[in-house]
């Protein structure tokens, strides 16, 4: 901490989150007190389609800490929920088996310096606020932002009064937990890992030449999965996000047959970059010039509209060697790291750029039957 004991800040986050059938439909709840007072300083609510209570659970948490992060980096925060593995696997004495759950723990985690966070269960009606919040975005399959006046950082203003019943028809920028401050436009790159051929799931996972094989049956139903799962995208997946208007495609067979997939669902064309293709250097070069020439492209230089600024989206299918480097070259990871990123074929990665190098992770490998 920057500050000694007799000026740290004190906050608490009331974080909750539940489905409706787990698997169901579900929605997390959070907000942000000051500790000294009482006094609620945040709010925030999210829809998130069909999940389990334990992952809505987690994303009421990742959002209740960004939200007291962005009010004071460096307050001591107690958090409250009545969700008993949260508080255990948190503090450290449960281990956590599922992977979704994992990566929503790791954000968590990432969000503070663990020294500053403390765990606390209470009972459901000690977190009625959250919860009524909870209870609201899935009623409406909506999402709800709110920064008090008195808990907006320094230099930034508040966020106040963003209340949404669904995506915006006009599939336009919504004000998220998770958004850079001000209103300047992001470009969200959905990526798309190519599905299954006769090769088996590492097909595309290496360096390779030629068109490759086509895809398995299996393949086919992965495929189909990740396309749903991308026409979910701003609908009931990541209701805040942009929907994606570009498909561009890896040059390889089983990234063209999964690009037709996505593009039959979505409504769109199949664009081809050659740099996408299976010889491209490990080093990522090819793939952050993509990157670099979407961002360009879709939003630094498009035409804005009488409205202003607008939020773009993209989808990029490619093999898993792509996906990975796109990942990496987005969060800045050494390429020796790279491998480490889990992303199955047919899997949804999904990363958020602004025209001023600003990057942010908001899914990796989420499998397409989600």
């Given at each position: 901490?920057?500050?000694?004991?007799?000026?740290?800040?004190?906050?608490?986050?009331?974080?909750?989150?539940?489905?409706?059938?787990?698997?169901?439909?579900?929605?997390?709840?959070?907000?942000?007190?000051?500790?000294?007072?009482?006094?609620?300083?945040?709010?925030?609510?999210?829809?998130?389609?069909?999940?389990?209570?334990?992952?809505?659970?987690?994303?009421?948490?990742?959002?209740?800490?960004?939200?007291?992060a962005r009010i004071d980096p460096d307050a001591r925060v107690t958090v409250r929920t009545r969700s008993r593995l949260v508080v255990e696997q948190m503090s450290g004495r449960r281990q956590i088996e599922r992977d979704d759950v994992r990566r929503l723990a790791a954000e968590a985690a990432a969000v503070l310096p663990p020294e500053q966070v403390t765990y606390e269960w209470v009972p459901r009606a000690q977190n009625a606020d959250a919860?009524?919040?909870?209870?609201?975005?899935?009623?409406?399959?909506?999402?709800?932002?709110?920064?008090?006046?008195?808990?907006?950082?320094?230099?930034?203003?508040?966020?106040?009064?963003?209340?949404?019943?669904?995506?915006?028809?006009?599939?336009?920028?919504?004000?998220?937990?998770?958004?850079?401050?001000?209103?300047?436009?992001?470009?969200?790159?959905?990526?798309?890992?190519?599905?299954?051929?006769?090769?088996?799931?590492?097909?595309?996972?290496?360096?390779?030449?030629?068109?490759?094989?086509?895809?398995?049956?299996?393949?086919?139903?992965?495929?189909?999965?990740?396309?749903?799962?991308?026409?979910?995208?701003?609908?009931?997946?990541?209701?805040?996000?942009?929907?994606?208007?570009?498909?561009?495609?890896?040059?390889?067979?089983?990234?063209?047959?999964?690009?037709?997939?996505?593009?039959?669902?979505?409504?769109?064309?199949?664009?081809?970059?050659?740099?996408?293709?299976?010889?491209?250097?490990?080093?990522?070069?090819?793939?952050?010039?993509?990157?670099?020439?979407?961002?360009?492209?879709?939003?630094?230089?498009?035409?804005?509209?009488?409205?202003?600024?607008?939020?773009?989206?993209?989808?990029?299918?490619?093999?898993?060697?792509?996906?990975?480097?796109?990942?990496?070259?987005?969060?800045?990871?050494?390429?020796?790291?790279?491998?480490?990123?889990?992303?199955?074929?047919?899997?949804?990665?999904?990363?958020?750029?602004?025209?001023?190098?600003?990057?942010?992770?908001?899914?990796?490998?989420?499998?397409?039957?989600?």
């Amino acid at each position: 901490m920057s500050r000694d004991d007799a000026t740290t800040r004190d906050l608490v986050v009331e974080a909750e989150g539940g489905s409706r059938g787990d698997p169901g439909p579900a929605g997390y709840g959070a907000l942000v007190r000051d500790g000294a007072t009482g006094e609620v300083l945040a709010e925030r609510a999210m829809f998130l389609g069909a999940t389990t209570d334990d992952v809505a659970g987690y994303a009421g948490l990742v959002a209740g800490l960004r939200a007291a992060a962005r009010i004071d980096p460096d307050a001591r925060v107690t958090v409250r929920t009545r969700s008993r593995l949260v508080v255990e696997q948190m503090s450290g004495r449960r281990q956590i088996e599922r992977d979704d759950v994992r990566r929503l723990a790791a954000e968590a985690a990432a969000v503070l310096p663990p020294e500053q966070v403390t765990y606390e269960w209470v009972p459901r009606a000690q977190n009625a606020d959250a919860d009524r919040l909870a209870t609201r975005a899935t009623d409406t399959e909506g999402r709800f932002v709110r920064d008090h006046p008195r808990a907006a950082p320094s230099g930034a203003e508040p966020l106040v009064g963003t209340d949404e019943a669904g995506p915006s028809a006009s599939g336009g920028r919504t004000v998220g937990d998770d958004a850079r401050p001000g209103a300047a436009p992001a470009l969200t790159v959905v990526l798309v890992r190519s599905a299954q051929t006769p090769a088996g799931a590492v097909a595309g996972s290496g360096r390779s030449t030629g068109p490759g094989e086509s895809l398995t049956a299996r393949g086919r139903t992965q495929a189909a999965r990740a396309a749903d799962l991308v026409f979910r995208l701003g609908r009931s997946a990541w209701a805040d996000l942009t929907r994606p208007s570009v498909l561009v495609a890896a040059p390889t067979a089983r990234s063209q047959e999964t690009a037709l997939a996505v593009g039959r669902r979505l409504g769109l064309s199949v664009t081809t970059d050659e740099r996408l293709g299976p010889s491209s250097p490990d080093g990522g070069e090819e793939v952050r010039a993509v990157l670099e020439d979407l961002v360009r492209t879709h939003l630094v230089d498009a035409p804005t509209g009488s409205t202003g600024p607008a939020d773009r989206g993209a989808v990029v299918v490619a093999d898993a060697v792509q996906v990975r480097a796109a990942i990496g070259v987005a969060v800045q990871a050494a390429p020796a790291r790279w491998s480490l990123l889990r992303v199955p074929p047919g899997s949804v990665s999904i990363l958020r750029l602004w025209g001023d190098g600003t990057t942010e992770l908001v899914a990796a490998g989420v499998p397409g039957d989600l």
